[in-house]
């Protein structure tokens, strides 16, 4: 599941930068994307923007770009998140944290805003990068769409590691995965801040702690990091043997 997550998150990524005005192989984007993402777990979290600026710079696109579609996928992944938040909420059967449905509905409006394509252009203009054709509703649709099943896949996997640990029944999915995505997406408020300073665990803990004993629920939250992060690490060395591969298998055919 993880495997599938990175791979619809990078074409997404790739998708975004051919937009802005890449000329990067799509290959070529999947593996830089999939180089750099186990450094969103390094302290600071933003310094997997700086490892794709480095490699683009070797490809010959600007940094300025780089951080242009990395605010924009930060952007659409918060949207999406919200979305899917606001979407579980009404179908989940336990009651829902109080603020949760307004902040999501607040960070849903804030993103509409931020995307208009006056408002990309006025920081693509303070960014002097050339002026591009809005973009369009239909691709925002689908990056939207791809991110929002990248959340519900997150959450199909919190689930089965509650469910193994605490037997989380299925018709607890809906909730379990309310949490995974809340929790988630409100962590964009501390993005900067060292592993977000536990509040993740923390937050999982304390949403879970619904459906089952508060000590499993903080089981469950700690050995979902660790998991996860084992998981993106073979996941990552998966794509970036096989798009390696392929750049030689591409290099050897040219010559």
Known sequence: IMLITLVVAALVWASIMHALGSRVARRDHIHIYASTFLSRYLPGTVWYVVGRSAFYKMEGDSARMVTLGSSIELLLSTMAGALVALMLAVVSSTQTPALALPAMGLLVGLGVVALHPRVLAAIMARLHMSPLPPLRTSRLGLWLLADALNWLLGGVIFWLIASEIDGVALNQFAYTSLA????????????????????????????????????????????????????????????????????????????
């Not at 801040?193 to 000590?215: D, H, K, Q, R, W």
């Open 180 to 255: 995974w995505t809340l929790v988630g997406v409100l962590s964009v408020v501390v993005f900067v801040l060292p592993s977000n300073f536990g509040l993740t665990e923390v937050g999982l803990s304390l949403l879970l702690s619904a459906i089952m004993p508060s000590s499993l629920a903080v089981v469950v939250a700690v050995l979902t990091r660790v998991l996860m992060t084992i998981f993106s690490a073979l996941a990552c060395g998966m794509i970036v043997t096989a798009t390696t591969l392929w750049r030689r298998q591409r290099a050897a055919s040219a010559a």
